[in-house]
């Protein structure tokens, strides 16, 4: 059973910029085999695919509302995924959880097999 750690949420004001990262372990099939991405979801609001990158890192994809502010990316040798987030807006606030599944990649559809209990982030204007 793959597990998932989420860290790095917190509040910042709008403009500002955070770093989340996401452990994984229990992985049974190397790491870069996994299709990993982020989800975030708002109170009242449905979950929704923010950045997603293919297994081998053979592939990205981000949600209309983050390009060019928000980056993802791995470190396979440490089983670590980040989203680097600059110029945060209010909009960008909820909980954001890391996903991930074997081999093939839904990218920002949220069929993932195993989920993390997500970090909080909160925007500020």
């Known amino acids: 059973q793959v597990q998932l750690v989420e860290t790095g949420g917190g509040s910042v004001q709008a403009g500002g910029s955070l770093r989340l990262s996401c452990a994984a372990s229990?992985?049974?099939?190397?790491?870069?085999?996994?299709?990993m991405g982020w989800f975030r979801q708002a109170p009242g609001k449905e979950r929704e695919g923010v950045a997603a990158?293919?297994?081998?890192?053979?592939?990205?994809s981000y949600a209309d509302s983050v390009k060019g502010r928000f980056t993802i990316s791995q470190d396979n040798a440490k089983a670590t995924l980040y989203l680097q987030m600059n110029s945060l807006k209010p909009e960008d606030s909820g909980m954001y959880y890391c996903?991930?599944?074997?081999?093939?990649?839904?990218?920002?559809?949220?069929?993932?097999?195993?989920w993390g209990q997500g970090t909080q982030v909160t925007v500020s204007s």
């Open positions: 996903a991930a599944r074997w081999s093939i990649c839904t990218y920002l559809r949220p069929e993932y097999t195993y």
């Open positions: 990158i293919a297994p081998r890192g053979d592939g990205t």
């Open positions: 229990r992985y049974p099939d190397p790491y870069s085999t996994y299709c």
